[in-house]
């Protein structure tokens, strides 16, 4: 008997668990031809769920592609990443959502994500880390006109880029280099929040 | 007992899975069907020309980097207006009043009379221009091609009529020179000059084309290699880490690809569709 309710339960969660991906929000009607919510590529974030961009719709993104095995300009792009964070006001931050995208899919599966993230102490629902495959992963890159190159097995070569997008999706400002202004980034990301209250 | 039990159940959470999916679908129809779906539409039948690929030395790079190409498909000719003409036709999502703006920008297929009419006086026979990289992918999805890449399509472009690769040959780099001088060559007919080496038509002679990967393309930021450091910023800085100094006309593809971006759409860069096989020789 014990079995059968176990199995019983476990069909329901499956289930339950598939549902629940169907029910994401719809997304508006309106949708700006702009908006990143347009794309149709599917990623998964760091606890192994798979989503696709209209479902970070509401929240202020602050987005920067990288690979975690990244050991020249990644680790100073993760470390503007986090300045930024504890910048945005605490009042802010929850309508804010820091997307770290992937450029190397292969090794950055979601449990690498997820040791990454933890490293970095970057655990906070804010955190939302993405990869996907080498197609949606090129697509993307080329929304944000970034440029990028595997130059061997294990290194990339990448424009180093910090995207602002509004909760609509829509892109606000891009700031280039790894000299990224971060006070700029942070005043954007707060006047964004504001406007979309 | 509990077999029923658990059917029972498993039917109750597919049936309202079901529907909770469906409400769903009404709700973001639109964006649904925008670009999961493409279409593919009867295409006329472009030859696709088999190239066996192999070793050869990128125009960016050093001596020592060697970048084997493996065998692949690639149209004999570029993409015509006629072709996507058909396309738009079978996926008005790509068409230029409904197109989402994310994927091009305002210029794209700017000089058609409509959404399903070629521009005034064109020929259905030359290559279609005004095409964004996200169109051109799109286009080549729906007939289950691709595009090439940039290492493949600068494969083919080695060739002159007789060499696989005449980059060192004076009369290659003249001729391609030669042919920058002439005005508005993108209005004329596809295969109307002579086929190179591998039976490819109009590498040169009427537009730039886009490839799969042309934003791999790096002429500043963080390049381990270091080559390319910043030259991008200087005049012509960048052909010092050329290898092929002579190739005056490669400069300026890898120029116009760091140059450009995937939403542009330009009056003479259009493109020709690839595809991988399985043979090898």
Redesign the interface.
């Known amino acids: 008997m014990k079995k059968y309710l176990l199995l019983i339960f476990s069909v329901a969660l499956l289930i339950i668990t598939s549902c629940t991906e169907n029910k994401q929000q719809p997304v508006e009607q309106n949708m700006s031809g702009n908006s990143i919510f347009n794309l149709s590529t599917v990623w998964h974030n760091q606890n192994g769920d798979s989503l696709q961009f209209k479902n970070l719709q509401g929240k202020t993104l602050v987005v920067v592609m990288i690979y975690t095995s990244c050991k020249s300009a990644c680790p100073i792009l993760v470390a503007k990443m986090k300045t930024i964070e504890s910048k945005i006001s605490r009042k802010d931050i929850e309508k804010v959502s820091l997307v770290l995208v992937s450029i190397d899919p292969e090794t950055d599966t979601p449990e690498h994500l997820k040791e990454f993230a933890k490293t970095n102490k970057m655990e906070e629902p804010q955190w939302i880390f993405l990869s996907s495959n080498e197609e949606a992963t090129q697509e993307f890159a080329n929304v944000l006109s970034m440029k990028y190159k595997k130059i061997s097995p294990i290194d990339f070569s990448h424009s180093n880029i910090i995207t602002i997008f509004n909760p609509k999706g829509v892109m606000v400002s891009q700031e280039e280099g790894l000299e990224i202004n971060v006070d700029n980034v942070v005043n954007t990301v707060s006047k964004t929040v504001k406007e979309f209250k | 007992m509990?077999?029923l039990?658990?059917f029972c159940?498993?039917m109750f959470?597919?049936f309202?899975?079901t529907k909770?999916?469906e409400n769903?679908e009404t709700?973001?129809e639109?964006?649904?069907a925008?670009?999961?779906e493409i279409n593919s539409f009867s295409s006329t039948d472009v030859k696709m020309v088999y190239i066996k690929g192999g070793l050869y030395k990128p125009f960016y790079g050093s001596d020592t980097i060697l970048v084997d190409v493996k065998p692949f498909l690639i149209d004999e000719r570029p993409v015509t207006n006629a072709e996507f003409l058909a396309f738009v036709k079978a996926n008005p999502q790509w068409q230029r009043s409904s197109?989402?703006?994310?994927?091009v920008d305002a210029a794209y297929l700017k000089d058609w009379k409509s959404d399903t009419e070629l521009p005034l006086n064109a020929d259905p026979e030359a290559p279609v221009c005004f095409v964004s990289?996200?169109a051109a992918?799109a286009f080549a999805k729906s007939i289950g091609k691709r595009l090439p890449t940039l290492d493949e399509w600068e494969f083919v472009a080695m060739a002159d009529t007789d060499t696989p690769n005449a980059r060192n040959k004076p009369s290659y780099s003249d001729a391609i020179l030669d042919l920058y001088l002439e005005k508005d060559r993108q209005y004329k007919k596809v295969k109307q000059s002579k086929p190179n080496y591998w039976g490819v038509y109009n590498v040169f002679d009427l537009i730039w084309e886009w490839t799969?990967?042309f934003?791999?393309?790096?002429t500043?930021?963080?390049?381990?290699?270091g080559e390319y450091d910043d030259k991008g910023l200087f005049c012509a800085g960048g052909a010092t880490s050329a290898t092929d100094v002579l190739n005056y006309a490669a400069y300026m593809r890898y120029s116009m690809r760091?140059a450009i971006?995937?939403?542009y759409t330009i009056a003479n860069l259009g493109f020709r569709c690839a595809k991988d096989t399985l043979i090898t020789n």
């Not at chain 2, 934003?215 to 790096?218: E, R």
């Open positions: 509990y077999r039990l658990t159940l498993i959470f597919v309202s899975c909770s999916a769903i709700n973001s639109n964006v649904h925008h670009n999961t197109v989402k703006k994310i994927f990289w996200f992918k799969d990967d934003n791999s393309a790096l500043t930021g963080d390049s381990r290699a760091t971006k995937a939403n």
